[in-house]
């Protein structure tokens, strides 16, 4: 495993690329399993859990969404290291494997989706799930809105969107370095992310054009040239679909 990640950067997106498509596979992989390998059953729960889930059924949807989600919005920081890592590896300077950077952002997200799963299991064996699509649905809707307009939103979003600076100011060449900047990025951009992506206790877990366009709205944010009346719109349309559901 050493020389894996000793070498690794002298192809640095092809195995960034592999170690991406790993984690997805392994996350479907698990999703695919947790349904007892049955079409039918994928289907049963791809909107949400039902009642007589099990964790694992549970925490397998939330970490293949989340994975799917958060990856693609990590290209611009991913990206930037990658530049780093092949210009360095022309020069023949040591750099620390990409690999510890992605680790790094992935626990963060990782936890996230063990904790909300965690909830969501709570609910369903309470007979409480019903409630997110009910009377909490328009408060989380209005909550993740009002979010969107929050100071500590642009402030993790401002770093996201600046990930060239934050590598040439906090930089390492060791690899517990690169994993402790990829945790920072992992929790810059859950500060930036988190309230949209509770929307799913909303939308439904793998609820396919949601995931899409919750993920195109993140991927924008972190690379729009001027993000604020993309994150201001979206916050007052989540503000208006929940106070219609709660009014009328």
Not at 15 to 42: D, H, P
Request: hydrophobic residues 55%.
């Amino acid at each position: 495993m050493d020389l894996i990640l000793r070498h690794s950067t002298s192809w640095p997106r092809l195995f960034m690329a592999l170690c991406l498509a790993t984690i997805l596979s392994v996350s479907g992989l698990t999703l695919w399993m947790s349904t007892g390998a049955s079409f039918a059953g994928w289907l049963s729960l791809l909107c949400a859990p039902q009642p007589g889930a099990g964790f694992a059924q549970v925490a397998a949807l939330w970490l293949a969404m989340t994975l799917a989600m958060m990856i693609p919005s990590a290209a611009p920081m991913l990206s930037t290291y990658l530049d780093i890592a092949e210009a360095a590896e022309a020069k023949q300077i040591k750099i620390a494997s990409p690999l510890w950077l992605a680790a790094g952002y992935g626990a963060v997200w990782i936890g996230f989706a063990l904790a909300a799963s965690i909830a969501q299991w709570t609910a369903l064996a309470s007979g409480y799930a019903g409630e997110f699509q009910g009377r909490f649905a328009g408060l989380i809707l209005i909550g993740a809105g009002a979010y969107q307009f929050t100071g500590l939103k642009h402030a993790c979003l401002s770093k996201c969107r600046a990930p060239m600076s934050y590598f040439l100011a906090q930089w390492s060449d060791r690899p517990l370095g690169v994993l402790r900047m990829g945790l920072d990025q992992g929790l810059n951009c859950f500060g930036c992310c988190w309230a949209l992506m509770t929307l799913s206790f909303v939308a439904g877990l793998m609820n396919i054009l949601w995931m899409a366009f919750i993920g195109l709205v993140m991927v924008l944010e972190k690379t729009l040239a001027e993000p604020k009346p993309l994150s201001y719109g979206l916050g007052f349309g989540l503000i208006g679909a929940g106070l219609l559901m709660l009014f009328i």
